[in-house]
Structure formats: structure tokens, C-alpha cells
């Protein structure tokens, strides 16, 4: 980390860099009556072999920051903690987070960035949360994002009419998805990071069964308590209310798809009291089975 280091720093104003800053009432505006989504990219750029780059926010900032390292090296400090950032390693920083950030010295970080404003930015900054994988995550198949920060630039080059600043806004919105759904903490190792499918790939093969939270974690080779958090982090549920979503899921399945008698369908999924299975699918679907059946679909 090479906060220290007495060097030329530069904000901006790289080679070959690419950069908007939405007017401030033009963001306000956006975001109270012309936009579907509550979410805007304010700020975006692209700064290539970013020599010296650094940027000090002390108050924090008002919107979420993501930085996308694409090549070299950087650091980024956030609060007391500090973080060596290198190719695919994505930076999530919160509103309000006192940071600070730059490339490395002898290897110059190029990155992609963009400040998101909106409410929106909470619920997919809040999935992330959960899953403790803030404020750096290594994003599999990173490159794949370059082109929703490039069209976020694009569109908004051309000027802040609405039909512009509704495209940045689901590019947008479309990369925190991404993001969400598909980051990765640079802490977690591979292994670890793939025991989860196998977990559900588990509990699929196993319908009609009941299964313990240790059989699942030792078809996975993982400690119990180990298994537990690392599932509930990744899915946002605990192992077994997972396995009987499935279920359900599999049950709701069958009720769209064939004329089988409830009880027939409960048992295949585990259940010998099609009371007790009707009541747990009315708590998940929140209507009954019977219910479900004769509702339209598509």
C-alpha cells in the first residue's frame, strides 16, 4: 500500500482517459421523475496506466464508488483497513466510507470507475452485505463488464436527455447485478466458492429424503459450522430452509405441470402429512397448493 510515498499525485487528467460528471440538478432531476430505476451513474471513467493516481476523500462520499481494476496494481484504504488491488479485483466503497486510493508506483492500475447515486445502489449494495464479501471482490470474468461501463460513457457523451440517462441508468443497473449475483470475495478461495452448487446439487438428488445440516456440510467436505455460514453468506438462507424451498419449489413444479393428487405430490417431496406440507407451502408461496394449481401462469 503506497499511500505514504512522497509522489506527483493526479486526480485525473490521464492519456487516452474517458470521463463524465453529470451536472448535480441534472442527477437530482434524473432521479426524482425520469428515471424507471432509482439509480444513476453521476460520475464514470476509464483511466488507462493511471501514473501517480490518487484521490483522499475524508468526509467519504456521497455515492457509491465502484472501481474496476483491468490492469496493474493499486491500493485502496477504507477507514483503518488497507487493501492491495490487481487485476479483476472489483472496489465497492460505501456512502460515507472515509477512503483513500491509487495506483501503484511501478505498475499502474488502469481501471474502469463509476460513482451510483440512487436508492437503488442499497438493495444490491445490501446483497453484498450480507454475503461479507465488502469492500473487495475478485469478479469472474471481469472483462465481461467493460462494455456496460463503456456504454455508460457512451450514452451519456451524447448528452442528458432522458432516453440517454434511462440506457447508463439499467447499464447500470445491470452491472451492480452482476456484481451481486456473480462477485466473489477475494478472501474466499476457489474451493470453497464451489462447494455451495455441489451443496444444492446435494440436496436436489435427495427430494423425497430429510437431510441434516452435517450430512450436507460432509457431502462438501466442510466443517459444519463452516458450511453453515458460507451457505447462508452466498444464498441468504440457512442450509435447511434452502433445502425445503427446493422442495417446495419442486412440489409447485409438479402441481403446474401434471393432475397428480396433492398427497402423491407431498410425498414426493418428503412429506407423509399433506397437512404439514400444505401448510409449509402456503408459508413460502403464501397461498395454498389447491390455490396455486388453478392459478394462470404465463
Known amino acids: 500500500m503506497e499511500s505514504g510515498k512522497r509522489v506527483r499525485r493526479v486526480q485525473e487528467g490521464f ?8 451536472p448535480r440538478p441534472v442527477v437530482d432531476r434524473a432521479l426524482r421523475r425520469t428515471l424507471p430505476l432509482q439509480l444513476v451513474p453521476s460520475d ?3 483511466f488507462p496506466d493511471a501514473e501517480n493516481h490518487y484521490v483522499d476523500r475524508p468526509q467519504g462520499s ?11 496494481k493499486g491500493w485502496v484504504r477504507i477507514g483503518r483497513a488497507s487493501y492491495d488491488i490487481n487485476p479483476g479485483n472489483l472496489v465497492i466503497i460505501l456512502p460515507g466510507q472515509v477512503h483513500s486510493y491509487g495506483s501503484d508506483s511501478e505498475h499502474p492500475w488502469t481501471i474502469h470507475w ?16 450480507r454475503r461479507d464479501v465488502l469492500p473487495i471482490l475478485h469478479v469472474s470474468g471481469y472483462l465481461n463488464l467493460i462494455p456496460l461501463f463503456e ?14 440517462l434511462t440506457v447508463a441508468s ?3 443497473g445491470h452491472l451492480l447485478a452482476l456484481i451481486a449475483t456473480g462477485g466473489q470475495s477475494a478472501q474466499v478461495d476457489q474451493f470453497t466458492h464451489n462447494r455451495i452448487p455441489l451443496a444444492i446439487d446435494y440436496m436436489k438428488s435427495r427430494w423425497q429424503k430429510t437431510v441434516t445440516v452435517p450430512d450436507i456440510a460432509q457431502a462438501c467436505n466442510l466443517s ?3 458450511f453453515s455460514t458460507l451457505f447462508k453468506k452466498t444464498t441468504g438462507y440457512s442450509p435447511l430452509d434452502y433445502f425445503l424451498r427446493l422442495k417446495m419449489q419442486r412440489a409447485a413444479e409438479m402441481l403446474d405441470t401434471t393432475t397428480r393428487p396433492l398427497k402423491e405430490i407431498a410425498a414426493d417431496v418428503g412429506f407423509s402429512d399433506p397437512l404439514y406440507f400444505s401448510r409449509v407451502f402456503h408459508r413460502i408461496y403464501k397461498i ?3 390455490e396455486y394449481r388453478m392459478t394462470a401462469k404465463g
Open 15 to 22: 492519456p487516452k482517459q474517458r470521463m463524465v460528471v453529470l
Open 44 to 46: 464514470i471513467g476509464y
Open 62 to 72: 456521497l455515492q457509491c464508488i465502484l472501481i474496476l481494476c483491468i490492469r496493474g
Open 114 to 129: 463509476c460513482h451510483a447515486a440512487g436508492s437503488a445502489t442499497r438493495y444490491f449494495t445490501d446483497m453484498l452485505t
Open 151 to 164: 456504454t455508460m460513457i457512451d450514452e451519456l457523451l451524447l448528452g442528458y436527455s432522458v432516453n440517454h
Open 170 to 172: 439499467m447499464a447500470l
Open 224 to 226: 459444519t459450522s463452516h
Open 288 to 290: 395454498s397448493p389447491s
